[in-house]
């Protein structure tokens, strides 16, 4: 496969700096001591953003090839806004990675397609990568529109998106109704709805912008169930909430092909 496999642990409101400390310390030996290939597949994790320094502190400090990035970003480069965090600040810090359009963002506060796709389109521009969500929820599922719904958030969000900035992107599936439930799509779920945003993508711009970008399946990854997951044509890699706060945990996750 000509792309590379991303893990990336998206936190959540979890770990306070301290506690980023040991967990990226964790999961570095974990992963030493299993002779992990970093260049086989890319390992990030996603801290709150108070735990961001802390992070960049061990990582460049023990020289660690553990990449890392934040929940969310303003669209605003600086200014009169209150607790929003600008790109410049992230990617000054080492980010390499933004989540945009988190089902929770979506959800707690609003965040619309346009909005996520603008957050995209920051992120790019200040050099980071950033990780587009996409997902539906249970009764989009039930109703059987899964994958109408999740291309309608793809068109959205990759309006006014040139194809380098895609092929630089990672868009992640993540069903609603299997984050943080226990309840994993199955492997054929994830592949249908992950093959179908590489096909509008490939729609939407070209074959090769197709064949670049990363898709990466979320929703109870675990080290059980990932391997399968990731032995789906159109499945490039996880983005993995509870089971990337144990170090051993994530650790086996990334090492899915182990
Ligand atoms: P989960 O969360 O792995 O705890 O289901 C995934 C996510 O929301 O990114």
């Not at 080492?94 to 959800?107: A, Q, Y």
């Not at 996520?116 to 109703?143: Q, S």
């Not at 793809?154 to 309006?159: K, P, V």
């Amino acid at each position: 496969m000509a792309r590379t496999p991303l893990m990336a642990g998206n936190w959540k409101m979890n770990m306070d700096h301290l506690e980023a400390i040991h967990l990226v310390q964790g999961l570095h030996q974990e992963l030493t001591d299993a002779n992990f290939d970093y260049s086989k597949t890319e390992v990030a994790v996603i801290p709150p953003f108070t735990d961001i320094r802390s992070v960049q502190t061990v990582v460049e400090g023990d020289d660690m090839k553990i990449k890392y990035g934040a929940q969310d970003v303003s669209t605003k480069e600086s200014g009169a806004y209150t607790g929003e965090i600008s790109a410049t600040m992230l990617s000054k810090l080492g980010c390499s990675f933004v989540v945009v359009g988190h089902s929770e963002r979506r959800e707690y506060h609003g965040e619309s397609d346009a909005l996520v796709g603008e957050k995209a389109r920051v992120a790019l521009a200040a050099g980071m990568t950033p990780i587009i969500c996409c997902g539906e929820g249970l009764e989009v599922r039930k109703a059987g529109e899964q994958v109408s719904h999740v291309l309608a958030q793809i068109d959205g969000a990759l309006d006014g998106m040139s194809a380098d900035d895609v092929k630089k992107s990672v868009i992640a599936y993540e069903p609603i109704w299997a984050i943080g439930t226990g309840e994993v799509a199955t492997p054929e779920d994830a592949q249908e709805v992950c093959g179908a945003i590489r096909v509008r993508v490939s729609e939407l711009y070209d074959a090769e912008t197709a064949e670049a970008v990363r898709v990466l399946y979320g929703g109870s990854v675990k080290s059980g169930n990932v391997r399968d997951i990731m032995a789906q044509a159109d499945v490039d890699g996880a983005l993995v909430g509870g089971a990337s706060l144990k170090a051993d945990e994530f650790a086996k996750i990334a090492r899915f092909d182990a």
